[in-house]
Structures are given as C-alpha cells and as structure tokens.
C-alpha cells in the first residue's frame, strides 16, 4: 500500500524513528520495539522506508543499541535506513572511535542526538567537532532533537552547524512549538539546516515552516514508536495537503527527494 494524497501515490520515508530494547518502558509503554515491528507498522500506514535510530537510553554508551541498529538494518535493507545515537559526555577520543565503528565498520548512515537526555551543549566545540568531523568524512548528515529544552534549542545548534556548511543537519521535531520560529530562521540562514515535521502539533507554526523555508527543506518524519505513525502521516497527508496548495512535486521532495539527497542515496 503506498502512501497517497489526493490523487497521486508517492515513494514515502519516514526520516524519524526509533529501534531498540531498553531496561524500562518509555513514555507509553516502549521497551522494546525491533525491525520486525516497525516494517509491519510502515506496511500498515502505506510507508516504504524509515530511518531508525535507537530509543533514548542515557544510562549506556549506545553501544549495543547500534550494533542492534546495524543488525535490523542488514535483515530489512530496503526498508530500514539506520543512523547511530552517541553520547558526547564519553569525551572527544571515545566519540571519534565509536564513530569510526559506527559508521565506518557498520556502515551507519548518520548521526542522532539528544542534547537534552544526554545532557550537553551542541555549541560546546571540544565535544561537538569530533562529531561535525566524523560527518564530514563519512558524508553523512547529523539530527538533532530540538525543542522543550534551551540545550535543544535551534539557535545553539546552529552556532557550529554553521562552521560546517558541508554537513547536513536536520533539526528533528522543528522545535515543536516554542522554538519553531527559530528553526524556520536558522534554516533560511543556513544552507546545510533541514526541518523535520514530527511532533509539532499546531497546524499554524507548521504552516509557517511550510511557508518560510519552503519544501526543499523540510522532511516529513513521526518519532514512531512514541508518535503513532498514522498520527504523524494524517498530518502531512490530510491537513498540511488541504491546507496548502502544495504539488505532487513539493510532496515528493518532503516525503523522500530531500532525505535521499542528503544521504546521497539513490534507490
Ligand atoms: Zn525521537
């Protein structure tokens, strides 16, 4: 079942979601949640692809969640895209390995962090450069969570992001509300900032991301597990569809061009 809008059907990726086994249950109720549920979840909401990285565990290095990470994606390389997760607290040296393993040795296509659960400053330049350096030598993009947090905060990422013009960053959840504004803005300023629309709930400020930097840089994402996916695909597919004049072309770029051409992937 592909995913259709009006009347047109179209190749679709979700750009943010999450794989992994955890010691407790998350938010609702996550603990465990592998490929095998995701791609039965994707089938369901007429969804091709997703990228995946692991579920919010601040307790580990990600070790073990990438490794699991690298396994899922060998069992469904066609529909699973999997980034690993780090967390820079370990130090520049163990963040300059794990990411040579990660994407060098298990082929990981990118990067997730989490500036609030693992706890530290993205414009802080000792732990953040090993990271924008390992990006730019294995060509692959970073995420962010922004939002709910002044660590998260667009403004902060932006401050090294725009040091490394090379190196797309994709700001996820767009700042989900109170910081909305300014990733449309550090988005307009910066050519190497994307948006991703999970969780961001009020139709107006995503409409304005819509407006403001328009549909090359924006990539339609759900944060499944913790979204439902359907949820997150009604958003874009039902309301963003009827309340824009967008064309099959602009949902085509949102719901996959403008991710497969930062991961220079050509499926
Ligand atoms: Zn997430």
């Known amino acids: 079942m592909a995913l259709r809008?009006?009347?047109?059907?179209?190749?679709?990726?979700?750009?943010?979601?999450?794989?992994?086994r955890r010691k407790t249950p998350l938010g609702h109720g996550v603990a465990s949640f592998l490929g095998d549920d995701l791609v039965r979840n994707l089938d369901e909401a007429g969804l091709d692809c997703a990228v995946a990285f692991p579920l919010g565990a601040s307790y580990t290095d990600y070790s073990e969640a990438n490794q699991i990470m690298a396994d899922e994606m060998t069992k469904y390389p066609k529909r699973i895209i999997a980034f690993c997760r780090i967390n820079p607290n370990f130090g520049p040296e163990a963040t300059a390995r794990t990411l040579d393993h990660c994407l060098g040795t298990l082929k990981l296509k990118g990067i997730k962090l989490h500036p609030e659960i693992e706890f530290f400053d993205p414009n802080e330049a000792e732990l953040m450069e090993p990271i924008y350096q390992a990006a730019r030598r294995y060509h692959v993009p970073i995420i962010f969570h922004t939002g709910m947090s002044s660590k998260a905060s667009p403004g902060v990422i932006a401050e090294l992001a725009a040091r490394y013009r090379d190196v797309p960053v994709i700001l996820g959840h767009m700042g989900v509300s109170e910081y909305v504004k300014l990733a449309v803005a550090v988005a307009r300023q910066n050519e190497n900032i994307f948006l991703?629309?999970?969780?961001?709930?009020?139709?107006?400020?995503?409409?304005?991301?819509?407006?403001?930097?328009?549909?090359?840089?924006?990539?339609?994402?759900?944060?499944?597990?913790?979204n439902p996916l359907p949820m997150?695909?009604?958003?874009?597919?039902?309301?963003?569809?009827?309340?824009?004049?967008?064309?099959?072309?602009?949902?085509?770029?949102?719901?996959?061009?403008?991710?497969?051409?930062?991961?220079?992937?050509?499926?």
């Open 5 to 20: 809008i009006n009347d047109s059907e179209f190749y679709s990726i979700d750009a943010h979601s999450h794989l992994g």
């Open 232 to 267: 997150e695909v009604e958003k874009i597919s039902k309301h963003v569809a009827k309340a824009t004049k967008l064309k099959p072309e602009d949902f085509k770029k949102v719901l996959a061009d403008n991710l497969l051409s930062i991961l220079h992937d050509d499926r």
């Open 196 to 226: 991703e629309t999970s969780v961001v709930g009020w139709m107006p400020l995503l409409l304005e991301a819509f407006r403001g930097v328009g549909t090359s840089k924006i990539l339609f994402g759900s944060d499944h597990p913790y």
